[in-house]
């Protein structure tokens, strides 16, 4: 399969899942697929053998690693090592999506005030979540992650 295939499938595979966050928050089956273990484990399982291909088998530009910018950048001047950076930014964006989707939901925040950050966190990743942190705070609910009345140490 090539790197091209494996790019646009990687792709195309996250945008159901941010349709049902959007647009279906609600849904049984976006309870099922997207808050589910489901989208992290099969990306990560994509990122893993591609990861692995890069580091043990070659799949990578030379002078790749993670000691330097330029060693980093190296990672980046082979498809290979695009595809494991860009499934990476879309199994955590996703996951974040997910997270704000039920923060969202648990704290009773109007959907409509959420879909700009999801959007926003599909397409800029940190951006969306820090929109989604500033709906928290107009919406009183600053920004702790722990559930209210919970302390943290209840957390662990």
């Not at 159901?16 to 049984?28: D, E, N, S």
């Not at 990861?51 to 950048?73: K, M, N, P, R, W």
Request: proline share 5%; aromatic share 12%; hydrophobic share 55%.
């Amino acid at each position: 399969m090539s790197y091209e295939i494996v790019f646009m499938l990687v792709n195309a595979v996250v945008i159901p899942a941010w349709l049902l966050l959007v647009l279906a928050p609600g849904w049984r089956t976006t309870r099922l697929v997207v808050h589910s273990g489901l989208y992290p484990i099969a990306l990560g399982a994509v990122y893993t053998v591609c990861l692995i291909a890069s580091i043990f088998f070659g799949q990578s530009a030379e002078g790749t690693g993670f000691d330097s910018i330029g060693a980093v950048s190296a990672l980046f001047d082979h498809p290979n090592g695009v595809i494991v950076g860009w499934t990476h930014y879309l199994v955590f964006d996703l996951f974040v999506g997910a997270w704000m989707g039920r923060d969202a939901r648990r704290l009773g925040l109007p959907h409509l005030s959420v879909v700009p950050c999801l959007i926003a966190t599909f397409l800029f990743g940190p951006a969306g979540l820090l929109a989604y942190f500033l709906v928290r705070i107009v919406q009183g609910h600053g920004i702790s992650l722990f559930d209210p009345g919970k302390t943290g140490t209840e957390q662990v």
